[in-house]
């Protein structure tokens, strides 16, 4: 047990990238003495979303002694009704910095991840780079330990070497609301345009990984967000893109024993309920209950933790919310198509890594595909091949029978690895799920939602909220849940605040250029007329 003492929500953890001070909602993990629950009334927080935003926040509310109600909305896809939070979809790794994920597993004493693993990118040409794995290699200086050590299978060195300049954009990229907004308004193939990027070295190698990492095309990706997943997975510290994988589903492996661990707390798991509006207390300005249709929830707080499609659903059926600016700004924002495809072949293919990104059939999807017999437990010794593809940005593949998606998805195998051509699919399983995956087009910057709102007792978790963490995807997800539960704990004045990990600190070498950097901008912005010409 850490020290009993309360701090502000937002007070700082420490201070990271480049020494800017990182604002995290933090204080000690503590649960509340159960007889001190017991005299008195527990206060009620609705949290909406299952995912790993929800659930890390219902999951510290509940240790917290709060009476916590999880909503699971059920949606239709096709043939299918599933929980998006809890059903997987897609497959996603595991890597280095998720250091709050990493921890969260530690508290849980589960095991659920393979060991770190090597993967490798394909184009239409075949093999590109194999990427290590690069805790296992003699450290170096970031950037030179990923250029050195990442494997190109036809890249020459000339135009790997033209990755260094956007190491100037990477040092100015930091993190804080001035630098999202200023690259928010590119995209990113005018970043590395700018940067003298070479054309074969963007094509082959950048542009796919973009597809996979943003899930769009890079001519539709804001340049802010390219620079932050470059940095945050790639380059600020050799080790980062080292990655682990789950060895079942999801849903199987972490989500049931983390939700029946919540549930032995007292948590409630509502299935099928979809928002349909927010009753106001006139007086206090705060949310009194969460409807569900004719069924309705009352509450001391609320956290809406869903995506931005479900999101924008919640807005146009709420004239609660449609009454609020910030609210309104979220339809602005966009969503990307995915689809998944799992296969089963007729014999053993073999694939020499077990993940693998490619870039797409076209010029706009991108798409991965993965050995699950070596992946997950229960296909280690199937005598046949089993394998899962995703494909990103799949608007020209949803409409598809799935006999001709089949097809589109062997060829694209048999382009990555020759052995695929001589196998037959004995089995599929095909998921398509429409208006799923964040779209940071650029300019989105400015309309997506910050973890408070102008409704007291609301706030807000997920991928898409701006936050200074500095994390992404489920890594982010996680930290705006806690970050939410946080915010709860301090309006309801009652628990103690989730310790939140920062991410790790920028190296010497770029804390220094950054703050050269800023003192550089400090002194430009004093110079008349600085502000007249467009940036």
């Not at 250029?147 to 040092?171: E, G, H, K, N, S």
């Amino acid at each position: 047990m850490l020290g009993i003492c309360r701090i502000p929500p937002c007070t700082i953890l420490n201070s990271t990238r480049s020494g800017n001070s990182r604002l995290c909602c933090r204080a000690e993990n503590q649960e509340v003495p159960s007889n001190e629950v017991s005299i008195k009334k527990k206060q009620k927080v609705v949290v909406v979303g299952s995912g790993w935003a929800g659930l890390g926040a219902a999951h510290h509310l509940c240790k917290q002694g709060f009476s916590v109600t999880v909503l699971q909305g059920c949606y239709e896809f096709g043939s299918k009704k599933i929980s998006l939070a809890t059903d997987d979809i897609g497959i996603q790794g595991f890597y280095h910095p998720f250091r709050n994920i990493f921890n969260l597993i530690d508290e849980l004493n589960i095991k659920p991840f393979t060991s770190w693993m090597t993967s490798a990118q394909y184009s239409r040409n075949g093999l590109e780079v194999k990427f290590p794995v690069y805790q296992e290699l003699p450290v170096w200086p970031t950037p030179f330990g990923t250029i050195m050590y990442t494997q190109f299978a036809r890249l020459p060195l000339v135009d790997r070497l033209t990755l260094l300049p956007l190491m100037a954009a990477i040092i100015d990229f930091d993190n804080t609301d001035n630098a999202w907004r200023k690259y928010d308004q590119l995209t990113a193939r005018e970043l590395f345009k700018q940067y003298g990027c070479s054309e074969r070295f963007y094509q082959d190698v950048i542009s796919p990984l973009l597809q996979v990492g943003l899930f769009a095309p890079a001519e539709q990706c804001s340049a802010a967000a390219t620079l932050a997943i470059i940095y945050y997975f790639i380059l600020a510290h050799q080790k980062d893109f080292d990655s682990v994988w789950c060895r079942g589903t999801v849903k199987e492996m972490i989500f049931e024993p983390w939700m029946n661990s919540m549930k032995e707390l007292g948590c409630k798991f509502l299935e099928g309920r979809k928002v349909t509006e927010f009753n106001l207390d006139e007086e206090t300005g705060c949310i009194s209950q969460v409807a569900c249709g004719k069924e309705s929830l009352e509450a001391d707080a609320v956290i809406l933790a869903v995506g931005i499609s479900t999101m924008q659903d919640i807005i146009q059926n709420s004239a609660t919310l449609c009454s609020k600016n910030e609210f309104l700004k979220v339809l602005n924002l966009d969503t990307i198509d995915l689809l998944t495809v799992k296969l089963w072949l007729d014999k053993k293919v073999n694939m020499p890594n077990a993940s693998n990104a490619c870039s797409g059939f076209n010029d706009a999807s991108g798409w991965t595909f993965f050995n699950l017999n070596v992946i997950h437990d229960k296909h280690k010794d199937d005598p046949v091949t089993v394998l899962q593809a995703d494909f990103y940005h799949a608007n020209e593949l949803m409409p598809l029978k799935d006999e001709d998606i089949v097809k589109k998805v062997m060829a694209c195998l048999s382009n990555c690895i020759k052995d695929f051509e001589n196998v037959s699919v004995v089995d599929k399983d095909i998921g398509r799920f429409p208006k799923l995956l964040t779209h940071f087009f650029p300019g989105a910057y400015n309309c997506m939602m910050r973890g408070s709102t102008s409704f007291p007792n609301l706030f807000m978790a997920g991928d898409w909220i701006i936050n200074r963490h500095g994390s992404w995807s489920q890594e982010k997800s996680l930290v705006t849940g806690l970050e939410a539960a946080n915010r709860v704990v301090d309006y309801l004045e009652d628990g103690m605040f989730a310790k939140i990990l920062p991410v790790e600190e920028d190296e010497p070498q770029v804390q220094a250029l950054r703050s050269l950097n800023r003192n550089l901008s400090d002194i430009r912005a004093q110079i008349p007329w600085s502000n007249y010409f467009l940036d």
